[in-house]
């Protein structure tokens, strides 16, 4: 097993005739590549569709930059940013067609699945800060593109990139989203926090939401975490302090995939027909959208394709137009550079592993969950009032 410039998208996996290639987990739970010499019959293909190394050849240039935010609140509330994901799985929907994102399966693993109604495309909403697992889905892709299917794909870059390198030639039937990505880390290091949360509480956790808008709003992420108690009743959770533990972790970039820091994905040049991201600091850059703090997304259109699918969803967002200039300029480094490497990464599978209660509390010193508290009851008591004055104006 090499442990170098993977980063676990299965391509190789799936383009194995031979099946000669195996992943094996290491000890912090990442998976790389393992070759049976006696079943290779050296044909090359596995690097081929390896986007680690060929990503270049299906990178686009960027066409347009736009500021985009769903006009549909509900949706609105329930997605990452501004919903766009939203608006195009929408869309696929309507034309019978099908989408692959990550989902939480019933143990809470994250892995790729295809849904094909709206119902079902509420698991896949709202973006999962832990590596999604592929398994089989590139193969499944290819049989619905051959029965000519739409098919829309969204995924990390790497993710998009080995799906277009294991097709090996283009569809007009396939719509792709990358993200502008921070890193994943490990299911097993989100396991080890769930799992502490969960002896805790005495209950299962059975839907978990790292970016929960009704707590605090869109721009100071707040996680949240449903969880179900022996008797059956569900219990929803604001704050957790070793679920924040995770999020303060993965966002200084301590728990990061190694392979990760040298992203090579990191570049305005996207692998997506369209790139989705936050758009952070957008109150220096657009003035036109009337609430921005329930998020507003940072758009980017990589190709006609792109193009042809933004022009028949426009019509259900609010949308302003960017520029790369600006894109560059808003909080999103991950659109220029990889994550940097912390010393602190040195350690931190080990420590959580061995440590854990002193490796969560070192995250957790600079913290005031009662601001979290103050910040969602506030929210609520304003839908209240909002309400009451709704209620009001009808009477009168
Ligand atoms: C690991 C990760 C890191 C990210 N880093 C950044 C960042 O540094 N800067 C930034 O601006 N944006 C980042 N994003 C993207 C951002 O969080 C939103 O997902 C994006 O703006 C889309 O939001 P939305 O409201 O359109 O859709 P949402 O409804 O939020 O949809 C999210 C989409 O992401 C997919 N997804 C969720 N989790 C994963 C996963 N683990 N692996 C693959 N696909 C997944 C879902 O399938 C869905 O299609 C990241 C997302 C992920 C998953």
Same mark, same amino acid.
């Given at each position: 097993?090499?442990? &170098?410039?993977?980063?676990?998208?299965?391509?190789?996996?799936?383009?194995?005739?031979?099946?000669?290639?195996?992943?094996?987990?290491?000890?912090?739970?990442?998976?790389? =590549?393992?070759?049976?010499?006696?079943?290779?019959?050296?044909?090359?293909?596995?690097?081929?569709?390896? %986007?680690?190394?060929?990503?270049?050849?299906?990178?686009?240039?960027?066409?347009?930059?736009?500021?985009?935010?769903?006009?549909?609140?509900?949706?609105?509330?329930?997605?990452?940013?501004?919903?766009?994901?939203?608006?195009?799985?929408?869309?696929?929907?309507?034309?019978?067609? @099908?989408?692959?994102?990550?989902?939480?399966?019933?143990?809470?693993?994250?892995?790729?699945?295809?849904?094909?109604?709206?119902?079902?495309?509420?698991?896949?909403?709202?973006?999962?800060?832990? $590596?999604?697992?592929?398994?089989?889905?590139?193969?499944?892709?290819?049989?619905?593109?051959?029965? &000519?299917?739409?098919?829309?794909?969204?995924?990390? %870059?790497?993710?998009?990139?080995?799906?277009?390198?294991?097709?090996?030639?283009?569809?007009?039937?396939?719509?792709?989203?990358?993200? @502008?990505? $921070?890193?994943?880390?490990?299911?097993?290091?989100?396991?080890?926090? *769930?799992? &502490?949360?969960?002896?805790?509480?005495?209950?299962?956790?059975?839907?978990?939401?790292?970016?929960?808008?009704?707590? +605090?709003? !869109?721009?100071?992420?707040?996680?949240?975490?449903?969880?179900?108690? #022996?008797?059956?009743?569900?219990?929803?959770?604001?704050?957790?302090?070793?679920?924040?533990?995770?999020?303060?972790?993965?966002?200084?970039?301590?728990?990061?995939?190694?392979?990760?820091?040298?992203?090579?994905?990191?570049?305005?040049? *996207?692998?997506?027909?369209?790139?989705?991201?936050?758009? !952070?600091?957008?109150?220096?850059?657009?003035?036109?959208?009337?609430?921005?703090?329930?998020?507003?997304?940072?758009?980017?259109?990589?190709?006609?394709?792109?193009?042809?699918?933004?022009?028949?969803?426009?019509?259900?967002?609010?949308?302003?137009?960017?520029?790369?200039?600006?894109?560059?300029?808003?909080?999103? #480094? &991950?659109?220029?550079? =990889?994550?940097?490497? =912390?010393?602190?990464?040195?350690?931190?599978?080990?420590? +959580?592993?061995?440590?854990?209660?002193?490796?969560?509390?070192?995250?957790?010193?600079?913290?005031? %969950?009662?601001?979290?508290? @103050?910040?969602?009851?506030?929210?609520?008591?304003?839908?209240? #009032?909002?309400?009451?004055?709704?209620?009001?104006?009808?009477? #009168?």
């Amino acid at each position: 097993m090499v442990e &170098n410039n993977c980063s676990e998208c299965n391509a190789c996996v799936q383009i194995c005739k031979h099946q000669a290639i195996e992943l094996k987990v290491n000890e912090e739970g990442f998976s790389y =590549p393992c070759i049976n010499i006696e079943k290779c019959i050296h044909c090359n293909l596995c690097i081929e569709v390896c %986007p680690m190394q060929n990503g270049d050849k299906v990178k686009l240039s960027n066409l347009k930059v736009l500021a985009v935010q769903i006009k549909n609140n509900k949706t609105l509330q329930k997605s990452s940013s501004g919903g766009v994901f939203s608006l195009i799985a929408n869309y696929v929907i309507k034309n019978n067609g @099908i989408i692959y994102g990550a989902a939480w399966n019933a143990e809470m693993q994250l892995c790729h699945i295809g849904v094909e109604t709206e119902k079902e495309l509420e698991r896949l909403r709202g973006s999962k800060y832990v $590596h999604s697992y592929i398994g089989n889905v590139f193969q499944d892709i290819k049989v619905h593109l051959k029965n &000519n299917r739409l098919v829309y794909f969204t995924g990390t %870059p790497c993710q998009v990139a080995g799906l277009k390198l294991f097709l090996r030639k283009s569809y007009d039937n396939l719509i792709t989203s990358d993200l @502008i990505c $921070h890193g994943t880390p490990s299911q097993k290091i989100f396991d080890v926090f *769930r799992h &502490n949360m969960e002896i805790e509480l005495n209950e299962k956790t059975v839907d978990y939401k790292f970016r929960d808008k009704s707590i +605090a709003g !869109w721009s100071c992420s707040s996680s949240s975490s449903l969880t179900i108690r #022996k008797n059956g009743k569900k219990h929803f959770h604001i704050y957790n302090r070793n679920m924040r533990a995770y999020y303060l972790a993965f966002i200084k970039g301590d728990i990061t995939r190694e392979d990760c820091y040298s992203c090579p994905f990191t570049t305005v040049e *996207r692998v997506g027909d369209i790139t989705l991201a936050d758009f !952070w600091g957008i109150d220096k850059f657009h003035h036109f959208f009337p609430n921005q703090n329930n998020g507003v997304s940072l758009v980017l259109i990589n190709s006609q394709q792109g193009i042809n699918i933004w022009e028949n969803i426009k019509n259900d967002a609010i949308s302003e137009n960017s520029s790369i200039d600006i894109a560059l300029q808003t909080c999103n #480094k &991950n659109l220029y550079e =990889p994550t940097i490497r =912390p010393c602190a990464r040195n350690d931190s599978y080990k420590k +959580a592993f061995n440590n854990f209660i002193s490796f969560r509390d070192s995250y957790l010193l600079q913290e005031n %969950p009662s601001k979290i508290y @103050i910040s969602y009851y506030k929210r609520k008591i304003k839908q209240i #009032k909002c309400i009451e004055y709704l209620w009001k104006l009808i009477n #009168k």
